[in-house]
């Protein structure tokens, strides 16, 4: 594998479950993100992490619950979505925190809460 | 704070005509900018990053950009569209705080017409 992998590529869920959305960085980078892309709104920061510590939370709800074990893993633990949560969610890494670092992406998951 | 302004969420070209798609940005800080493509169903790839070196950026597929900062712009250009360019653009300013945290642009999708 290489590069960025997000599983599963497609989830359904009800607004009970819980899920989990996982992402594997492959390029040795240090820094890690969730964004958020739904229809006609910009890209949305939710997290970052650096070298495992969450740095950045930007007010997501807390029906959404990150994980980074290590630099190369990351989670998102769901549970109680909202159907308005129907999104494409996007996993990314990045070298360091640095502002000139760019960052790379996974295919995503596209979530549909039901 | 940061913002991106793209002007035109649709964008449509013939094959082999030039391509232009228009980013305006904001930034309390000199802006690290770059620009990002996705293609359906897949994560967003960088195209091209602008952080203070020459104004004139070259990225992959023969696309290029040129910062300008009297009129706060960043606009890709190609001379040539390929049917292969069909995709949505985004462009990007880094945030100023310490840190690595991307403002998109509500983006542009690009059509080519053969």
């Known amino acids: 594998e290489t590069g960025v992998t997000q599983t599963p590529r497609h989830l359904v869920m009800g607004m009970t479950n819980k899920k989990s959305l996982k992402c594997e960085q492959h390029?040795?980078?240090?820094?890690m993100y969730w964004y958020k892309q739904s229809a006609k709104k910009p890209l949305e920061l939710m997290f970052v992490?650096?070298?495992?510590?969450?740095?950045e939370n930007n007010s997501v709800p807390s029906r959404f619950s990150p994980e980074c074990p290590n630099s190369s893993h990351l989670f998102l633990h769901l549970h109680t979505l909202q159907p308005e949560d129907s999104a494409l969610y996007l996993c990314?890494?990045?070298?360091?925190?640095?502002?000139?670092?760019?960052?790379?992406f996974g295919p995503g998951t596209r979530l549909t809460v039901t | 704070a940061q913002s991106v302004t793209q002007l035109g969420s649709h964008v449509s070209v013939s094959e082999g005509a030039l391509v232009l798609l228009r980013c305006n940005y904001s930034s309390s800080v000199p802006p690290y900018l770059f620009w990002y493509v996705q293609y359906p169903n897949q994560g967003l790839q960088l195209l091209l990053k602008?952080?203070?070196?020459?104004?004139l950026v070259k990225g992959i597929n023969g696309f290029e950009a040129e910062f300008k900062k009297s009129e706060t712009s960043f606009h890709l250009t190609k001379p040539s569209a390929h049917m292969s360019d069909a995709a949505e653009y985004f462009c990007a300013v880094s945030g100023a705080s310490a840190g690595n945290m991307l403002t998109f642009g509500g983006g542009t999708r690009l059509m080519v017409k053969p």
């Open positions: 990314a890494s990045s070298q360091r925190l640095r502002r000139s670092d760019e960052q790379y």
């Open positions: 992490y650096n070298f495992k510590e969450q740095t």
């Open positions: 390029l040795g980078h240090n820094a």
């Open positions: 602008y952080t203070s070196a020459a104004t």
